[in-house]
């Protein structure tokens, strides 16, 4: 099993410029989380996903953040136009039906740097 | 507000001795709280977990204790090695979908 996919490992863009991030989640699972992960606040939950249907995106910090899961196999997180200050580790994570733990299992995450 | 504080910070201890690490939740909603291991350039991965019905949970060297009444939770690890130097969280969910996250703890185990 590849586990949780995410591309692209690292992007660097200049502040202004769109900025999409994705992810593939493990066959099967009906779960997708989108986490941000900085020092300063931590590890958030941005949104999550459930059979493909957006349940709470409370966490998404602008609107200049938004995230799509056209299927199963598939989610994006686009932010449009980046700022310095989004600069972060971006994690995606995956949940199975009725596991026996609930566990989420995240992907390596993308490091996005903007200047 | 945080919904759950984790301490120390930083940790370091010496190969063999006992790591410990503790939270604090405020919601007495949740029922289910992991703790979760991260390597450096990794994502975090589940280590253990526990529902709040019981006190303990231990596996292999890992344990966590669970106090409901002080809404306070913490990890030991038994026997501490070089290879168990990781950021550690703890985190907090209702009904497995939200989950909040401590602000980490990162364990430096010397050889």
């Known amino acids: 099993d590849a586990g949780v996919i995410q591309s692209p490992r690292h992007e660097v863009t200049e502040m202004g410029q769109e900025v999409t991030l994705r992810c593939k989640p493990i066959?099967?699972?009906?779960?997708l989380f989108w986490y941000r992960q900085t020092m300063m606040r931590g590890l958030e939950l941005l949104i999550y996903f459930n059979n493909n249907v957006p349940i709470d995106d409370s966490g998404m910090p602008e609107d200049r953040f938004s995230a799509k899961m056209p299927n199963a196999s598939f989610s994006t997180l686009k932010i449009q136009p980046s700022e310095p200050r989004d600069s972060a580790v971006y994690f995606c994570a995956s949940r199975g039906r009725n596991g026996a733990y609930n566990e989420q299992f995240f992907g390596p995450g993308t490091r996005l740097t903007v200047l | 507000q945080q919904q759950v504080k984790q301490s120390p910070q930083s940790l370091i201890v010496q190969k063999g001795g006992i790591s410990i690490i503790n939270c604090a939740y405020e919601n007495t909603a949740f029922d289910y709280f992991p703790w979760y291991q991260q390597f450096p350039g990794k994502g975090p991965a589940l280590l253990i977990a526990?529902?709040?019905?019981?006190s303990e949970k231990k596996e292999g060297r890992f344990t966590i204790s669970f106090n409901k009444s002080a809404k306070q939770f913490s990890l030991h690890i038994m026997d501490s090695q070089p290879g168990d130097s990781a950021t550690y969280f703890c985190?907090?969910?209702?009904?497995?979908?939200?989950?909040?996250f401590g602000s980490g703890t990162k364990l430096n185990v010397k050889p």
């Open positions: 985190a907090a969910s209702y009904n497995f979908n939200k989950f909040y």
């Open positions: 066959s099967g699972h009906n779960s």
């Open positions: 526990i529902r709040p019905d019981v």
